[in-house]
């Protein structure tokens, strides 16, 4: 006997499985010789040690391949022990991005100004300062230009640091009655503090029809409030201020907590020198307009007390 079948079922590994079959069977193997050497022998011993070799050769053959067989089913397990998932694990928490708030902010400043009947206009970010302060009842030499800390392009343009130059450009395409809003990005080279960044965005509101009054917009701003805050906790105040395109004016405050204000923006009735400016006669036609701050609204409804927090800074 070569080797026993014993010994063949003791064999781990599929290497050393082929190096015994080609040790056995292969070109040089034994059994290949044994067959060789059968040419050296009479008919009648070459008949009977030739069927012994066969008989050997075949259970040699079933012997290996039954091992191949163990051996690789071995393999298998060891691997899906391996690969083995415990799937009554929870599942694993994926971050998705969320809408940043101001994007959600304008689309619902958007759709609440949409459902009571405004369209909303665009202007560009890089303004002339005739939109920007001329027609807007800001001469050269007006102090409120230099208010407005400005960050010039050249001498021609600027980045426009408020979205009232909207104003002027929506009402060269239309005439009254007219009833929109515009958000977006303005500039300022304020310096980054807790209610302040160089940019931030605003939403212009701007209705022109005849009788309209300060108690219409007074009532617009309140149930805006109301209705994006939705907290009745919140103090609101309109406080008398200044603006060279409105007259009177006014500044709206909101606090939380009765002691500290934040301003949210300014508003007031159209200067009749505007109207003009917009070819509207003023004593037939009057306008109220505002301009708030995007980013101080979410400040107050995320009570959040640094603008940083909301701007990523
Ligand atoms: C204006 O910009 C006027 N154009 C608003 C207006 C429009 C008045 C129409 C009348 C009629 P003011 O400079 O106050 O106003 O800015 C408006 C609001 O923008 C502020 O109340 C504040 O909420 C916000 N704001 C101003 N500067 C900054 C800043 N640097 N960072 C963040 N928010 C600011």
């Known amino acids: ?17 082929e190096s015994l079959r080609q040790h056995l069977l292969g070109k040089d193997g034994l059994i290949t010789k044994e067959m060789k050497g059968l ?25 290996i391949k039954r091992q191949k067989g163990v051996i690789e089913d071995q393999l298998l397990q060891k691997e899906l022990e391996a690969q083995r998932i415990d799937v009554t694990l929870p599942g694993r928490k994926r971050h998705q991005g969320r809408q940043h708030p101001l994007t959600w902010g304008m689309e619902w400043v958007k759709n609440y100004f949409s459902l009571k009947g405004f369209d909303t206009q665009t202007g560009p970010d890089i303004e002339t300062p005739f939109y920007n302060f001329d027609a807007l009842n800001i001469p050269s030499h007006h102090p409120a230009r230099q208010s407005h800390d400005t960050f010039y392009v050249n001498n021609d343009l600027l980045l426009r640091t408020h979205t009232s130059s909207v104003q002027i450009r929506a009402m060269e395409m239309q005439k009254p009655p007219v009833r929109l809003i515009s958000m977006g990005r303005v500039y300022r080279s304020d310096a980054l503090d807790m209610t302040h960044s160089p940019m931030f965005h605003q939403i212009e509101g701007l209705v ?19 209705d994006f805050f939705d907290n009745p906790q919140l103090s609101i105040r ?15 405050d909101i606090s939380f907590d ?7 923006g300014g508003c007031g009735m159209v200067h009749p020198n505007v109207l003009e400016n917009m070819n509207i006669d003023p004593t037939s036609h009057q306008g109220f ?23 990523g800074c």
Do not use: Y
């Open 1 to 17: 006997m070569i080797i026993s079948e014993c010994e063949i079922e003791n064999i781990t590994t599929l290497e050393e499985l």
């Open 39 to 63: 040419s050296t022998l009479s008919i009648d011993k070459k008949k009977q040690k030739g069927q012994e070799i066969n008989v050997l050769k075949d259970r040699l053959v079933s012997a």
């Open 208 to 226: 022109i029809e005849p009788g309209i009054h300060m108690g219409h917009l007074k009532g617009l701003l309140l149930s805006l409030f109301k």
């Open 238 to 252: 309109f406080r008398p201020s200044f603006f060279p395109f409105t007259e009177p004016s006014a500044e709206i």
């Open 258 to 264: 009765e002691k500290n204000w934040l301003e949210m």
């Open 289 to 311: 307009a505002f301009g708030l701050g995007m980013e101080r609204l979410l400040m107050v409804k995320h009570k959040m007390t640094d603008i940083r927090r909301l701007i």
